[in-house]
């Protein structure tokens, strides 16, 4: 083998090499930004209308309430605690390889109750544009009228904007904190829904 066809070999072995480190790298650094910082989402069902539409992909803020470590059932502190009117995205308690987004209305200790469409917390009507401006009907096994539910220490009560039509807390109970994602910040596409989630 001649010198020169050993320099086009070897440099063709050097692109080679540069071309799959450069996709490893970028690979580790999309999987650090999307395990403790942002991840995409995208909207699958009716069960949060209007606020999310289905089709709507979305931007969740890890970062905010504090992300999981990996492999544990540790999280690095967040700048916020969850707040009541929240979006939040979660790991649904019944299955653990889906996720959902829901409002949050309860925190933990407190109690909620379901009353003429209205949200009652610790006996007080909750007035909270996000909240106050959705009818809520009573369903399930912990969403019955005249019926009061304590959110246990450590979990979340949960429900769709689209009270008709979620599957939400009033059917299947409390979300955990730590299947905890993050809080649904902005729509970022279709172009013309761009917007911060409120």
Do not use: C
Not at 57 to 85: C, D, E, S, W
Not at 119 to 127: A, D, Q, R, S
């Amino acid at each position: 083998m001649d010198e020169k066809t050993k320099i086009k070999k070897d440099f063709r072995k050097s692109a080679t090499y540069e071309w799959i480190e450069s996709i490893v790298i970028a690979f580790i650094l999309a999987m650090f930004i999307r395990t403790f910082f942002v991840q995409a989402f995208k909207i699958p069902s009716g069960s949060m209308r209007m606020t999310l539409l289905e089709g709507d992909r979305l931007l969740v803020n890890k970062l905010r309430y504090g992300p999981l470590v990996p492999l544990t059932h540790n999280r690095i502190p967040g700048f916020t605690k969850p707040q009541r009117g929240d979006v939040i995205v979660f790991v649904y308690p019944g299955t653990p390889k889906k996720d959902f987004i829901k409002r949050l209305i309860g925190l933990g200790g407190e109690t909620v109750e379901i009353k003429e469409g209205d949200i009652y917390v610790n006996g007080h009507l909750i007035e909270e544009p996000r909240i106050k401006n959705t009818y809520y009907y009573n369903r399930g096994d912990y969403g019955q009228l005249n019926q009061k539910i304590k959110v246990p220490a450590g979990h979340f009560f949960v429900l769709g904007d689209n009270s008709g039509s979620s599957s939400d807390s009033r059917f299947w109970g409390f979300v955990p904190e730590e299947n905890l994602i993050g809080r649904a910040e902005v729509i970022y596409w279709p172009l013309d829904r761009l917007r911060i989630i409120k």
